[in-house]
């Protein structure tokens, strides 16, 4: 589930930049490689990785130091879950322009996808403290989620959305850690922000569910899961969202209205 949503924010740096007013007049091998790159580049906007693979290759062939070829390089090999070879790619690429944030924020996703986490902090940290790469400072924020090191999480998640303050990813990230953190109220704004940017994200209305049943706020937990129930397929959240319902309507009543006991509902799980 998380990795489906952290793409909406992961490699953001694929985009071509426009040409600067007073481009360099390459010679040599140096044009041939571009010339390779920019092949590359088109056969990724149709979606043709394993062409555009060819293509980066022999313009690195041509020219070593052709340093966008390797960036370009990293970003589809993790897209193909080459995740090793990926890290080479950006290591390469920063060799030659040591200092872009995104480069050094992408490795740290490759080195997070091979599960060495140490390293990727790392890179993160190098990437954020440039200029606060919103990236890397998302992948910070989830780190320190999972080791519990909630204001830390706190902090970088702000700063993401804070960055990117149009990303539901940020905003949902957020909040997942606010709930951890019982700041209950906040963490329901925060997912209602998420789902102002993508109200049909499953997720997120999840999330948002979960976050108004802490708040005792129950009505409004039960019309969203009632509102995207027939829209799960995936049978564990279906089954999930059903048991929210069930405990919801205990907590209700038969008049529906105030909970006639405290609920005995902890806080969930919550799905990226």
Known sequence: MFKRILALVILVGLAVAGAPAQKKKLKGPEKDAQYEYEKAVISMRYGLEDESLKYLNQAIALYPKHADSYKL???IQFRKG????????FE????????????????????????????????????????????????????????????EAEDFARQTVAKTPKS??????LGVVLNQ????????????????????????????GVAYINTREFAKAREIYEKVLPRIEDPALKEKVEGYLKLIKEQLGPSGGEPETEPGITPAPFLF
């Open 92 to 151: 390469k690429y920063l060799e030659l322009k040591p200092g872009d944030s995104e480069a050094l924020a992408n490795k740290g996703y490759a080195y997070e996808s091979l599960g060495e986490t140490d390293k990727a902090e790392g890179e993160y940290k190098k990437a954020a403290a440039i200029d606060g790469n919103p990236n890397a400072c998302f992948g910070l924020a989830k780190l320190y989620l999972a080791q519990k090191k909630f204001p």
């Open 73 to 75: 390089l990293g970003t």
């Open 181 to 208: 953190m019982s700041k209950f109220p906040e963490a329901a704004a925060s997912f209602e922000n998420a789902l102002r940017i993508t109200p049909d994200d499953l997720n997120v209305n999840v999330n948002l």
């Open 168 to 173: 539901a990813a940020a905003h949902n990230l």
């Open 82 to 89: 080459n995740y090793a070879e990926s890290v080479a790619a």
